[in-house]
């Protein structure tokens, strides 16, 4: 019988499934950037094998060649596929020691052994289906996770409809969590402006052309701050996040608390295939923020420790070099 699994064999193998999703989303690129491919898959299998063995109790050799954790789990595991996997590691290789590309057909093989590798052993080893390993379990974003999980629920049911909204509703949880600091207001490290309010909008006659001008710039300023944000500050990639918004509806949340949007036909028409591939783009999308965590870390310290500093600050004067006769004074002298 299989071990049970802890939080944190749960984790590396959300990573492992990541690695091989984003394998899979890079062989669909152009030549040649779809070769880097070859490379995902080979870390997905690399690092699924090193868990492996450290489940069964197998010790494996540092800097042990690929193709020879084969031979050293067999005592305990025998693991399928070895010569298909070394046409896998000849094409890495390749691709990195040599700089040749594989073609197409190398890199569609290459998928076909990686998924039926992990379907075959990671229900014997892990006693679970790797497909059923939710990467949600990598996020750092706690809002974000609760809302992916309740999108879930509905995507389950076949209610495409709804986990789109819900999809949307976790990507603006994202910009927000980092917009504004995760359960603060007031600091940010990647504050670009107050965003716009409903409540910022002028009164005057609907066709007044200085207001439709107003409207237009305070669009622009919505886009801008969501760009500046998401795709230069926390690096998410825009042409993605740009097929995102046209697959998810524009989710609004009103006063009194309600959701609403509105259904169009792009939405109507939305697949299993589109979900997948919209929570898959909110889930690297977070993984990807999640490196401004400790910068968001930073600049809410010093805003909690200004915060309680007297008022006002203390403040000096920049005066230049210390010239030869002034530097017996301590740094306390010009306060």
């Known amino acids: 019988m299989a071990q049970p699994l802890d939080p944190l064999t749960v984790q590396r193998l959300a990573y492992v499934r990541y690695l091989y999703r984003e394998g899979v989303e890079q062989s669909g690129q152009p030549s040649p950037l779809r070769s880097r491919a070859i490379t995902s898959f080979h870390d997905a299998v690399e690092n699924f094998i090193g868990l492996a063995a450290q489940h069964l109790g197998v010790d494996l050799k540092k800097n042990a060649e690929f193709l020879s954790y084969w031979e050293a789990i067999k005592p305990v595991y025998e693991l399928p596929k070895k010569d298909q996997m070394r046409r896998l590691n000849d094409a890495r290789v390749a691709l990195k020691h040599n700089g040749t590309f594989p073609s197409a ?13 992990f379907t075959t052993v990671t229900p014997n080893i892990f006693g679970i289906e790797l497909d059923t390993i939710d990467m949600v ?5 706690h809002e974000v996770k609760q809302l992916l999980r309740d999108t879930q629920t509905h995507a389950e049911i076949g209610d495409y409809v709804q986990a789109m909204a819900g999809l949307n509703l ?6 927000t969590n980092y917009r504004s600091g995760e359960g603060a207001t007031g600091w940010s490290a990647f504050s670009f402006g107050e965003k716009p309010s409903p409540f910022d909008e002028p009164r005057g006659e609907y066709r007044d052309p200085g207001l439709r001008r107003l409207e237009k ?17 926390l690096g998410i990639d825009y042409a993605s996040m740009a097929r995102f918004h046209i697959l998810t509806p524009q989710v609004r949340t009103y006063g009194n608390g309600d959701k609403r949007y509105y259904i169009g036909r792009v939405l109507e028409e939305v697949t299993s295939d589109d979900y997948d591939w919209a929570r898959h783009f909110v889930i690297e999308s977070s993984l990807r923020a999640a490196k401004a965590d400790d ?11 200004n915060r309680k500093t007297r ?11 210390i010239e030869p006769e002034d530097r017996s004074a301590t740094v306390f002298d010009s306060l």
């Open 170 to 175: 976790a990507f603006q949880a994202l910009l």
């Open 311 to 321: 008022k006002p600050l203390p403040h000096r004067f920049w005066t230049g070099p």
């Open 217 to 233: 710039l305070d669009n622009f300023m919505a886009i801008t701050q969501d760009t500046l944000l998401a795709a230069i500050s």
């Open 137 to 141: 379990d990598l996020l750092t974003q």
């Open 105 to 117: 057909h190398q890199i569609e093989q290459a998928r076909e052994t990686v998924v039926d590798f």
């Open 295 to 305: 910068l968001q870390a930073m600049e809410k310290k010093r805003w909690e420790a």
